[in-house]
């Protein structure tokens, strides 16, 4: 595996501290979440960084890769326009997924979240070939981040090092080390993030995230939204003491500090850096355990990974690799089910973490919805009458598009059933709704309707 290139301390660039990125001292290169930019249109802020030389790289969140079902080419073509319009070295994505399949039974559901795939044979036979499907139509290398989760997986077969490992080892994919994630998992799910680093292959190794979270009734919450604990920078260090990596980069999404605390946060950052070994190298591939060498579908699938990506490129007949998404699909649409629409927790799960993630994916809509239309607090009276009025549709409807629609839809919900009460506010969020839409609300029969049949389900 060619080493990657040198990328060094870097920053997650977001709109609302644009600014502040382009101030600080020393930035070597920014990462940019895919979905946010347009190719034919890059903010100004993003290309004055490139004219200065700062890298730019895309970081897709809404792929699903992780899926039962194959990459969407229309996603995949978006994530490789992104990458050519930036000049990116690489483009980024999670081993997660994000909806149900079309496999399952029902509607497509969206969490709007990075959710854990289980680590089965069965799933990483799909992750296997999709990110073979995904490499193929790509224009640069992908490197895949392992993510923070609150529950656990019953009947899993690898541990997270095992499933990295032979993922890497038949796909050649590299990996994005997210050193906060592997301590959320310690936290909340009991793993050992040094038994993490010490069996995975750091030579596969893309770059590093690093961000902040909060502990709250001994669950740690990934909230990218607060400093950056002395835990993360210790799993950072031990990380350094095994390899020299070839990028660092710091994540903040939200309650944006001022630019003199990121570069705090980077000097940190630096300074664990500084402290490895001089002149370290990337480690050589570490001694693979018995049960981990390619078996005969690991063996066949390097040969397999120059065709065409299609139903069978992983080594397994292309019924055995359907009947293994079909297995994925029913058993993810189970679990997202019970996250979103209130269904029954599937045996094995732990419930109670269910219920904590249940109510985190609400409370991360109710965020995101007030974040794309900062209107619709304002019609409802505020933060609080928002989120109640918002939480209370959220357990009723399920997400099946994307946060725009959920908007869309939450605003058209509220006029169904003639709120909010106040005819004033009504009438702002009929105009807000109508200028959106560009059509005409339901009128009251088509409401009267619409009730009945909520009412009726």
């Not at 770059?207 to 979270?213: Q, T």
């Not at 939480?391 to 059933?417: K, N, S, V, W």
Request: charged share 25%.
């Amino acid at each position: 595996m060619k080493p990657m290139a040198h990328l060094g301390v870097g920053i997650g660039w977001r709109p609302e501290i644009a600014g502040a990125v382009e101030g600080l001292p020393g930035l070597d290169w920014v990462e940019v979440v895919a979905e946010n930019i347009c190719p034919g249109h890059l903010p100004e802020s993003l290309l004055r960084l490139i004219e200065r030389g700062v890298r730019v790289v895309p970081h897709g969140v809404s792929l699903g890769i992780g899926g039962a079902d194959r990459p969407d080419p229309a996603k995949l073509a978006a994530l490789g326009e992104r990458a050519v319009a930036l000049g990116a070295p690489l483009v980024t994505e999670h081993i997660a997924f994000v909806r149900t399949s079309s496999v399952a039974p029902g509607p497509v559901l969206e969490a709007g979240h990075l959710l854990p795939v289980p680590r089965t044979r069965d799933a990483l036979d799909v992750l296997c070939e999709n990110v073979r499907i995904a490499q193929d139509a790509l224009p640069v290398p992908l490197a895949l981040e392992n993510i923070a989760a609150l529950v656990s997986w019953p009947g899993e077969e690898l541990t997270e090092a095992q499933f990295l490992t032979e993922l890497v080892e038949r796909t050649g994919v590299r990996l994005l080390i997210d050193v906060a994630n592997l301590h959320t998992n310690r936290v909340n799910r009991g793993e050992d993030p040094v038994a993490v680093l010490d069996g995975i292959p750091l030579e596969a190794l893309a770059y590093v995230h690093v961000a902040g979270g909060v502990e709250r009734g001994g669950v740690w919450h990934d909230t990218h939204a607060h400093p950056v604990p002395a835990a993360v920078l210790d799993i950072l260090a031990e990380l350094r003491a095994r390899v020299d990596p070839p990028g660092v980069l710091l994540e903040r999404d939200d309650d944006f500090p001022a630019g003199a605390e990121l570069a705090g946060e980077l000097a940190a950052i630096r300074a664990v850096l500084d402290g490895g070994p001089a002149g370290a190298l990337p480690s050589p591939p570490f001694p693979r355990s018995p049960e981990l060498r390619p078996g005969p579908r690991a063996s066949n699938a390097g040969e397999a990974a120059s065709g065409d990506g299609g139903a069978g490129s992983d080594g397994m007949a292309g019924a055995g690799l359907d009947a293994a998404r079909t297995r994925v699909g029913i058993g993810q649409a189970a679990l997202l089910s019970a996250l979103v629409a209130g269904t029954p927790v599937p045996e094995g799960f732990d419930r109670q973490r269910v219920r904590v993630q249940a109510r985190a994916l609400a409370a991360k809509r109710a965020d995101v919805v007030a974040k794309l239309a900062p209107e619709l607090p304002g019609i409802l009276g505020g933060e609080d009458p928002y989120r109640e009025a918002f939480l209370r549709y959220a357990r009723q409807r399920p997400m099946t598009g994307g946060y725009r629609r959920d908007a869309m839809e939450f605003a058209e919900h509220l006029l169904i059933r003639d709120l909010p009460a106040d005819p004033a506010a009504r009438r702002r969020l009929t105009l807000w709704w109508r200028d959106r839409a560009g059509a005409r609300p339901p009128g009251r029969a088509v409401r009267w309707a619409r009730a009945l049949v909520g009412r009726a389900a």
